[in-house]
């Protein structure tokens, strides 16, 4: 029975191609770098495929489904302007090659609620021309490049880096209307569930409770002050020295402070400290945006856009003794002898949840099951499935087993003061050390060769700040010689 009804489903698509046959010859010569799900039937009878309708010409698994299947989610405020300032790079870099195989049609079907139920809209944070301009930035996103682990093929790499972005997006942005599994059988149900990222901007949201409630997050704009629990100030000698919190109000008694550094973006970057090292890093790129006093141009800036920009950097940098989430899921790290022994190796998903929330407890065994990391690992599953890539062995997708958290795999971390030279007569310098800080160090053991290049940099940063503000690190000219030369 189980046979038959297999024949009579592959009987069934391959009637369908045929009676929608507008469009299926030029699909089925398509190049394969044109379009990654451009998989056909004959080429794969195990998992059979169709070709959807000319407005959303895109090849996906039968089983999963099309945003066209899925009830209307719930849409606030009055939908994108006519006219805006439409997404664009001062620095016009060349497209990616994810751009090659990710296409708008994959987009528009994956993310059919986006901004807030109005869906994918180049006047809003979430669109395809946002996000491919936001990867031009980082080309090791959804390619091959840089890739080395042969546990998969370069196909399978790519559409594993992309599922499990996306996965985090889902939990930390997403509609997750729980509500769809009460009227829709399960698979329908999480085909039109882990359709629901990219539908909030900001933390809280729709209706965030850090805003005004007049303007609540209904617009980009709306996240511009906020109330006190919105302003995710974190202040230390070092911090404040780097990160300074804007101190700076407007007269809105509900929402009355600028500095706010509450989640926003795809992935959501959160905290003075986050907003500053993207601001940083969007130096070294030839972007220059003061988020420390404007942290909401994280939402509202097009040129380029930084919502999305904003997440892909998160995803893509590492922060020691966290290496990146994308590093992890292509096995570009180096998680210790105990970790790889237990299998916590190579190409995985289950510490990237570590990393973004510290989450490790596991998936649920029911759908779509409760937030936090279960609901990350089914989103991944879905998405491979979607792209038709493995997800990896069970054991790893979830960090509840790893025998060593990545804080206590021990290597130098940051830079300090050199203190075996402090007390001396010869100038200041700086050494790594076990310890973590905001300068850092990358291990050459366990960091991309990319980063660390970027060492000496950042040993001549720390110098620099010992004698710009000694005190931070508790260095005066009478214990320190060190500062009068």
């Known amino acids: 029975m189980l046979l038959w009804n297999n024949l009579l489903s592959i009987l069934n698509a391959i009637v369908y191609s045929v009676e929608n046959m507008d469009g299926f010859e030029e699909n089925l010569l398509q190049d394969d770098a044109s379009g990654a799900m451009n998989t056909t039937i004959l080429a794969n009878l195990s998992r059979v495929h169709h070709y959807g309708n000319i407005d959303n010409s895109i090849v996906s698994a039968i089983d999963y489904g099309s945003a066209s299947d899925c009830p209307k989610s719930a849409k606030y405020g009055t939908g994108p302007p006519e006219s805006c300032t439409q997404p664009s790079d001062p620095n016009n870099l060349p497209p990616s090659e994810l751009e090659s195989w990710f296409t708008k049609a994959m987009f528009e079907d994956l993310f059919p609620f986006a901004n807030l139920g ?41 559409k594993r880096d992309l599922a499990a972005f996306f996965a985090h997006a889902i939990q930390e942005t997403g509609e997750n209307n729980i509500a769809l599994y009460d009227t829709l059988a399960d698979q ?83 905290y003075n ?8 890093w969007l130096k070294t790129v030839g972007i220059s945006v003061d988020l420390l006093n404007e942290p909401n141009l994280v939402m509202t800036k097009m040129d380029p856009p930084l919502a999305v920009m904003a997440s892909l950097w998160f995803y893509m940098t590492p922060q020691p003794p966290k290496p990146a989430m994308h590093d992890i899921v292509m096995g570009n790290w180096n998680s210790g002898a105990k970790n790889k022994a237990a299998g916590y190796d190579g190409p995985i998903f289950g510490p990237t949840s570590l990393i973004i929330n510290n989450e490790c407890s596991g998936e649920d065994a029911t759908n779509p099951g409760g937030p936090g990391e279960s609901r990350r690992i089914k989103a991944f599953k879905w998405f491979c499935g979607y792209f038709d890539a493995p997800p990896g062995p069970d054991d790893t997708l979830s960090c509840k087993n790893m025998p060593v958290p990545l804080d206590q795999i021990f290597y130098n971390l940051s830079y300090q003061p050199d203190w075996s030279s402090t007390w001396k007569e010869v100038p200041c310098t700086c050494a790594p050390a076990s310890y973590g800080g905001l300068i850092f160090y990358f291990d050459p053991d366990y960091y991309p060769e990319s980063f660390v290049a970027q060492n000496e940099h950042n040993k001549m940063k720390c110098i620099a700040s010992i004698y710009a503000n000694p005190s931070m690190y508790s260095l005066d000219n009478k214990t320190s010689p060190c500062l009068n030369y």
């Open 273 to 280: 400290y986050n907003y500053g090292q993207f601001q940083d």
């Open 118 to 158: 109005w869906g994918s809209s180049s006047c809003w944070p979430y669109s395809y021309e946002a996000f491919v301009i936001a990867s031009r930035y980082f080309p090791e996103f959804g390619t091959s490049v840089n890739v080395s682990n042969t546990v998969y093929t370069a196909e399978e790499n790519k």
């Open 188 to 270: 329908k149900a999480s085909n039109c569930f882990y359709r629901g990222g990219f539908y909030n901007w900001f933390e809280g949201g729709p209706t965030s409770s850090f805003l005004d409630p007049k303007t609540p997050g209904y617009q980009p704009a709306d996240g511009a002050s906020c109330a006190s629990a919105g302003q995710y100030c974190s202040a230390s000698s070092q911090i404040t020295y780097f990160y300074p919190c804007s101190n700076e109000t407007v007269n809105n008694t509900a929402a009355p402070y600028k500095g706010c550094y509450f989640g926003r973006g795809a992935i959501q970057i959160s």
